[in-house]
């Protein structure tokens, strides 16, 4: 079998779907599926349509295309605020994109109109992640414009979290935007359908029996996928962590010293400062390197430890050297490796649709033979 590949359990990412709509459900909160980590795949999308989300956000045109072509049909939202030279394809793919620009938004109404069409615009206000957003001061103005332009509908607003901060929301936060969407309703005498409150980092806050006031829907991705909060870590409850799995081929084998302090001259390594303890170990070489994912994102199996990568080798040190030549070595990833692994071009990816086995256990993927320094 070709490696190195993704094992993608799609009845995992089902599982994931169905748990986490089910449990947003019983508080009023609508799921997006958010597919930009796994590049819009039409088959892990349709996982998350078949699991109830009740549509999908693509940050990426071209991922959105791969939808569309494979026969995607439910709505999809860029929420990327979209680039002027992309305008006539975003009316043509997406039923509606998140925007902070002015100038984009009569663009998609010009194009709209000219294409006898109605393009939804969700405004993106800047709550503090400092990341793109309308600052709340000038949101009224802005949505007053939408409101008399033709060719768009003003369907909501939304914000985002902890993407540029790496802060989880509160509730102060999440009332701060439910009192904007009511204000902002009652000066332009709109009505806003969708008021999404944010990304997987908002999971904590929404199923914590807090008030939801105004949040409709949250656009999620990571929580979906990999089962995990992407600010704590932890796994969400009565979700698979292990629906995907990176499966590489070793290489080389053999004992080796350690690299001295001087040596080593991987730059992930200078950066977090870790350098091997002394002494020989143990290692493999495997075909896989940074060229084809984030290789601090993988999670070593038990007895292994990440020695180093360049681009396109990777260097694990073992106990005792199990594996030959010719074997395979399997790896968790977390959101950054996923998403890298993804969109790598000698990365190919298996579909498995086998029923899910029992949860397996989060590994820690934690380089324990290297020193801080
Ligand atoms: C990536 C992204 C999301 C999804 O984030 P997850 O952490 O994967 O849930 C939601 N909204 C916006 C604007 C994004 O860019």
Redesign the pocket.
């Known amino acids: 079998m070709s490696t190195p590949r993704i094992e993608v359990h799609l009845n995992k990412i089902h599982h994931n779907a169905q748990t986490i709509v089910g449990r947003l459900k019983a508080r009023g909160i609508s799921v997006t599926a958010?597919t930009?980590?796994v590049c819009g795949h039409p088959s892990i999308a349709q996982a998350m349509l078949d699991g109830g989300v009740i549509g999908l956000?693509e940050?990426r045109l071209s991922n959105v295309r791969k939808l569309r072509k494979a026969g995607i049909k439910c709505s999809i939202t860029l929420?990327?605020t979209p680039m002027l030279s992309q305008i006539d394809q975003v009316i043509q793919f997406c039923e509606a994109s998140?925007n902070t620009e002015m100038p984009v938004i009569a663009a998609l109404a010009a194009a709209a109109t000219r294409k006898d069409t109605v393009h939804g615009i969700i405004l993106m206000v800047e709550m503090g992640d400092l990341r793109e957003g309308i600052m709340p001061e000038d949101l009224c103005a802005i949505a007053q414009q939408v409101v008399d332009l033709p060719g768009v509908a003003l369907k909501g607003i939304g914000a985002?979290y902890a993407?540029l901060s790496g802060t989880a929301p509160n509730a102060a936060e999440m009332e701060a935007l439910s009192d904007l969407a009511n204000d902002t309703e009652a000066q332009c005498g709109t009505f806003f359908q969708t008021v999404s409150g944010g990304?997987?980092?908002n999971l904590p806050w929404a199923l914590d029996g807090h008030p939801i006031c105004r949040i409709n829907d949250l656009?999620?991705?990571?929580?979906i996928l990999l089962g995990v909060d992407?600010v704590s870590g932890d796994q969400i409850d009565g979700t698979y962590t292990d629906a995907f799995t990176l499966v590489a081929e070793v290489i080389e084998t053999g004992s080796k010293p350690f690299p001295l302090l001087n040596s080593i001259c991987d730059p992930v390594f200078k950066r977090l400062h870790l350098v091997p303890k002394s002494g020989q170990s143990e290692r493999m070489i495997l075909a896989i390197g940074h060229q084809d994912t984030d290789v601090l994102g993988l999670s070593m199996p038990p007895d292994n430890r990440l020695l180093g990568a360049t681009s396109d080798h990777l260097v694990i040190g073992t106990r005792q050297l199990a594996q030959k030549v010719g074997s395979e070595m399997r790896f968790q990833m977390n959101?950054s490796a996923l998403m890298n692994a993804m969109s790598a071009p000698d990365v190919k990816t298996k579909l498995l649709r086998d029923n899910p086995s029992p949860r397996a256990p989060v590994s820690e993927g934690q380089a324990n033979n290297l020193v801080s320094i």
């Open positions: 958010v930009k980590a956000a940050a929420i990327r998140y985002n993407c990304n997987s980092a656009r999620l991705g990571e929580a992407p959101y």
